[in-house]
């Protein structure tokens, strides 16, 4: 009997609009979810949206929303985008579920009871965008080392988690567990922030400052810290503490997570967990950032990847493939779709989808269809090792499958992929199909041929279920029958004798890249009733331009640019543009004043120069005049 299998993503907080790096985290559980499937485990695929806390607040408000409407509306975004990358999740939890926030208020109450929380006065250094107090070590040059802006001094009165108490407790636990945190580098970076004494954890925000989110039961005038609510959604969402679904899947559960959010999974979520009095998790596996340009996915770069766009433009499967195939987990990988393009060309439509029309093909061509009847004998003498090295491939696909060493997995596919392409010119069955004699010989090969795509169709089953269901069809079987479980892979007298193929498709067409960028020129190409006027745009494409306030904090000309300045800007954070201003105004006239600039175009490499941004200014007879704030703001404040 094998042991059930419980698989999560982090609840994905709805201050944002779903990106790649969502969509990548969401594809590997569920390529983790399948692959429990093909070990014939009942699997637990859970997945959701973080609903409280400043930053939504903030978010809505700047849509003209109220909270609640805010929130309904991104999670339905999430949830909506899962299925169209067919992800097949098993619960969708949102933080403002009844069912969620009365378990947070009985855990927190247990706590409590447990004189685990306590009441006290702080003053700390807080960040609005990470919802979290600072310590000056966590600090980087003064400023918070995700968003670059300094941390308010706050002083207020809260309730605070004795974390400190349970620090020693979870060194020892790491140590004992060394599988706990994986890769091993995020294990190794938890006890780097232990060897630090841990200070207790501020778990409540004030009404007066904060109302959106779950009232402390203790105490109705404060809500509960974001993490302290969203990290409980793994339990609640099972029915915790006494459901059947709780005991069922909670001693089996394994976390997926990004490298960015690893000490409130590596060290808060265990500690609370002991506190409460709950089993830890079984594995904690976290990934590195798809990073675009070698930088960070960031709105305010303009290089976030839409993983819809992606999969309209290349396909699902492929989209899913490539993610797959090229992030080593645990480590960050570049995106980009040139890199795709490659992939797709070369391992997709090349070895694979050249192998299986070649097969298909053959079987029309000297069987009219139909799958050959083998003389056992032949067919053995003629396998040429081909049988051992799909059992060898579905071995290792296993081992890394269970390790999510995912790119070593498909790694083994291919090479058992390029071994029957090695056995086709191998065995030469145009050669063996000029001569009756050889005929038996003929019809063992093609057979063997069979066996093994249907061995390939089985093992990228996680990764592209739907090519999978197109290759076991045209392979006369039926998808809906599960013919992708491990046991079934590790056999070889599946497909049957006497069974009528459908003809050939072309799995995986070859990309044309001259094609393909002609296609976005006339895509984007504005319609023009007169050749003078512009295309009117909409409102939608207006709000995709992020405008922002900059205080230019440095100004200089470029060597042998007459036209060009280079500017260090502060953005909220900072940011070098170069402006084709130098004819009209001198580097000392900009500094200190407060410019407009596009905050989330595409970096552009202009003199040498990364610049970061556009100015904008207007033109006349050749004379420029930048557009300014009438007023001081603060560098990064967005035009509404």
């Given at each position: 009997?094998?042991?059930p299998?419980y ?8 201050n ?146 004795r ?21 091993e580098?995020y ?17 409540s ?67 609370m ?37 992606m ?80 059992l ?9 499958m269970e ?58 089953w ?10 076991q ?27 009528v ?35 009117d ?8 331009i ?95």
């Open positions: 009997m094998t042991e299998f698989i999560t993503t982090p609840i994905y907080y709805v944002a609009r779903p990106h790649l790096g969502h969509a990548y985290t969401t594809i590997v559980a569920d390529v983790v979810s399948r692959f429990a499937r093909m070990r014939k485990q009942e699997t637990f695929f859970l997945t959701g949206t973080d609903e409280h806390g400043d930053k939504v607040v903030k978010a809505a408000k700047k849509e003209n929303l109220s909270p609640r409407e805010y929130v309904d509306k991104i999670s339905g975004l999430f949830r909506s985008l899962w299925p169209e990358l067919n992800i097949e999740y098993s619960a969708f939890i949102r933080t403002t579920d009844p069912a969620h926030m009365a378990v947070v208020e009985e855990v927190l109450q247990k706590i409590y009871d447990n004189d685990d929380i306590y009441f006290s006065e702080y003053e700390g250094m807080y960040c609005f965008g990470c919802e979290r107090f600072y310590t000056e070590k966590e600090l980087v040059d003064g400023k918070c080392p995700d968003h670059k802006t300094k941390p308010e001094i706050i002083k207020e009165s809260n309730y605070f988690f974390m400190s108490k349970y620090q020693d407790w979870l060194i020892d636990y790491i140590h004992k567990n060394p599988e706990f945190i994986r890769p580098r294990k190794n970076e938890v006890l780097a922030f232990l060897r630090e004494p841990l200070e207790d954890l501020c778990i925000r004030p009404k007066s400052r904060l109302k959106w989110g779950i009232t402390l039961p203790f105490d109705e005038n404060f809500v509960t810290y974001v993490w302290f609510d969203a990290l409980l959604n793994y339990v609640s969402a099972l029915g915790y503490p006494n459901g059947k679904l709780f005991s069922k899947f909670w001693p089996h559960v394994q976390h997926i997570v990004a490298k960015d959010i690893l000490k409130p999974h590596g060290i808060y979520w265990p500690t967990l002991k506190a409460a009095g709950i089993p830890l998790y079984h594995h904690l596996n976290v990934h590195g950032y798809w990073n675009v340009d070698h930088s960070k996915m960031s709105k305010s770069l303009g290089n976030v990847i839409e993983p819809i766009q999969k309209n433009i290349y396909g699902l499967d492929t989209f899913r493939f490539f993610l797959m195939r090229d992030m080593v987990f645990g480590l960050d990988a570049d995106f980009s779709e040139d890199a795709m393009v490659q992939r797709i060309n070369s391992d997709l439509a090349n070895d694979l989808g050249n192998l299986f029309s070649r097969v298909i093909a053959m079987v029309h061509k000297y069987f009219k269809g139909v799958v050959p009847d083998v003389d056992p004998a032949i067919e053995q003498e003629l396998e040429l090792g081909l049988q051992e090295k799909a060898s491939a579905v071995t290792e696909f296993e081992v890394n390790s999510f060493a995912f790119h070593k997995a498909l790694l083994a596919v291919w090479e058992f992929i390029s071994q029957m392409n090695k056995y086709i010119d191998l065995t030469a069955p145009w050669m063996l199909a000029k001569q009756k004699s050889t005929r038996k010989q003929l019809e063992a090969v093609i057979y063997n041929l069979l066996e093994g795509l249907r061995i390939v169709s089985g093992l990228i996680p990764v592209m279920p739907e090519k999978t269901r197109s290759m069809k045209h392979l006369g079987l039926d998808p809906e029958n599960k013919f992708y479980t491990l046991d079934l892979l590790r056999r070889w007298d599946v497909i049957k004798p006497g069974t193929l459908p003809k050939g498709i072309t799995l995986f067409p070859r990309i044309d890249t001259k094609k393909l960028m002609e296609s976005r020129v006339n895509e984007t190409e504005p319609e023009r009733s007169d050749p003078g006027i512009k295309a745009i909409t409102i939608e494409d207006l709000m995709k992020d405008l922002r306030i900059a205080t230019v904090l440095k100004a200089e000309r470029i060597p042998r640019a007459k036209k060009l300045l280079k500017l260090e800007v502060d953005l909220g954070e900072k940011r070098t543009i170069v402006a084709g201003i130098a004819e009209t105004y001198d580097p000392e006239e900009l500094e200190g004043k407060q410019v407009i600039v596009v905050a989330n175009l595409k970096p552009a490499k202009i003199m040498g120069i990364v610049s970061n941004g556009m100015l904008l200014a207007a033109v006349e007879n050749g004379k420029c005049s930048v557009a300014t704030s009438d007023q001081p703001m603060a560098p990064g404040t967005a035009l509404q």
